[in-house]
């Protein structure tokens, strides 16, 4: 190292005081491959902590799409939410998101079912939930006048000293200790650390296979988002500023939510075996027609992305990272969150603690294997729910509950909390299931329940006194 206190200057700022033998050098060349969020989230607090120790690097992003025309083009151009947990992180760290980047404010969320439907508002009374557009929006529609989420990123990464390479990544060899990029086009480069944010929609992560130590590839499934085009005064009749979120006892049917986005409307369907037939079903439902602007159309933009189911027992090698959904991420919402932490403790690590295999063991996993613990959790509240929505009786004592909620001023909004939490993505699971263990929601919930179940099944399920489960 070019400064001999830099070691233990680094030492002294890593979490756990130690360093690794194998650390980075001035004048090492570091590759993050994929400009979404986690890569440039990375390669952002990468410089940002090299900086700190005056450790001189070079950082290329190699990403092909341009996030600022109106797409496919590679995709991810459309959905996105950025979670209210989320928002005040990244305004604690100085990362403020321009208002052209968010295409509207989520106030509060609509639940839909078959009994009814209830309207559940930000605990905060605040639109700090951010609905945007990953790129410039949808094929089909014009561009946007924002750069988009993705791009937003990259300027914070390029300003802090990263190079965006334009180019197709094909494969990671090992030659001489070292990983090598091959692009397209056959050119291959050295580096001393490869991160990989490429995510899993990439055939990227099966080049992996020929390195001494490759890492496991996520469990996927499909999901599948579409966009309707329509006005902004018809999707505020229809949507307002809320995300509305549809538990319908559909067969292979998991979630399925609409979200307003400017002149467009994101319809995000999680589920076993999403085919037409069931998504013809859903926009059918009396349900869901009500709440679809009238003059909808279907935009051109329609795709049936993989995700990631969690995670990978190894997301890292010897000079080698899987970030964001290409390693480890939250079960089914605040992937964008799930980034951010991933990359930012990556980060850190290579930086004040070494890029060897050990080192990403003792520093890196502990922050990815939180999360896939909390997803162990989230299992089994998704697992609950499912069973939930098959049962009548239990959607109307869910619905019933939350109302009750909602109108009472300074009643303890226990359902209506853990809904809030589930579909933003602002609690960790854990948190969530806790909730769900309080005396006050198992008791006005037996009691919304046993109501639900009364012979007269028209009349609303009866409250608890006033001294009842709170």
């Known amino acids: 190292m070019r400064n001999p206190w830099r070691r233990t200057l680094a030492q002294a700022l890593a979490p756990s005081g130690q360093g690794d033998d194998l650390m980075l050098q001035d004048g090492d060349r570091v590759a993050v491959i994929g400009g979404g969020p986690a890569g440039s989230f990375f390669a952002y607090y990468l410089l940002k902590t090299a900086a700190l120790v005056d450790l001189q690097i ?21 959905g996105g939410i950025v979670s209210e947990s989320l928002v005040q992180i990244l305004a604690t760290e100085g990362i403020k998101l321009p208002a052209d980047v968010i295409q509207s404010g989520v106030e509060s ?36 006048a924002g750069i988009g989420f993705d791009g937003f990123l990259q300027g914070l990464a390029v300003e802090k000293g990263a190079r965006i390479v334009r180019n197709l990544v094909t494969g990671v060899t090992w030659r001489d200790d070292r990983p090598w990029i091959r692009e397209a086009g056959g050119a291959e480069t050295r580096y001393d650390l490869v991160t990989v944010a490429s995510g899993v929609n990439s055939n990227f992560l099966g080049s992996l296979a020929d390195l001494p130590s490759p890492p496991d590839r996520p469990k996927t499934t499909r999901t599948y988002i579409c966009e309707f085009k329509s006005t902004r005064e018809e999707i505020q009749r229809a949507l307002g500023p809320s995300m509305h979120v549809f538990l319908m006892d559909l067969p292979r049917l998991e979630f399925a939510a609409l979200i307003p986005k400017g ?80 990359a930012k403790a990556a980060a850190m690590t290579a930086v004040l603690q070494g890029v060897s295999r050990e080192s990403f063991a003792r520093n890196y996993w502990p922050a990815c294997r939180a999360i896939a613990n909390d997803n162990a959790i989230g299992h089994v509240i998704f697992m609950t729910t499912t069973v939930l929505k098959k049962l009548s009786f239990s959607r109307r004592a869910i619905l019933q509950m939350t109302r009750t909620e909602q109108n009472r001023a300074g009643r303890r909004p226990h359902m209506s909390a853990v809904l809030w939490n589930m579909f933003t993505g602002s609690a960790p699971y854990r948190e969530i299931f806790m909730a769900t263990l309080h005396p006050g929601f198992l008791g006005n919930l037996a009691w919304n329940l046993l109501g639900a179940l009364r012979p007269s099944r028209g009349r609303p399920a009866i409250e608890p006194a006033e001294g009842g489960a709170r």
Do not use: W
């Not at 950082?59 to 025309?69: G, H, L, M, N, S």
């Open 263 to 342: 002149e467009y409307v994101t319809m995000v369907m999680l589920g076993d075996d999403l085919d037409q037939e069931l998504i013809q079903g859903f926009l059918a439902s009396p349900v869901v027609r009500p709440v679809l602007p009238a003059d909808a159309a279907m935009a051109a933009c329609a795709c049936s992305p993989l995700i990631n189911m969690g995670g990978i027992r190894r997301p890292y090698s010897e000079r080698l990272l899987l970030i964001g959904d290409s390693g480890v991420t939250r079960l089914y919402k605040d992937g964008i969150g799930a980034a951010f932490r991933t």
């Open 109 to 144: 969320y609509v639940v839909h079912m078959d009994v009814g439907s209830v309207n559940i508002a930000s605990p905060a009374r605040e639109a700090r939930i951010a609905a945007l557009y990953r790129a410039n929006g949808p094929r089909g529609g014009e561009a946007l």
């Open 58 to 78: 070079e950082v290329d992003i190699y990403e092909p799409r341009a996030f600022t025309r109106a797409g496919p083009g590679g995709c991810n151009h459309c």
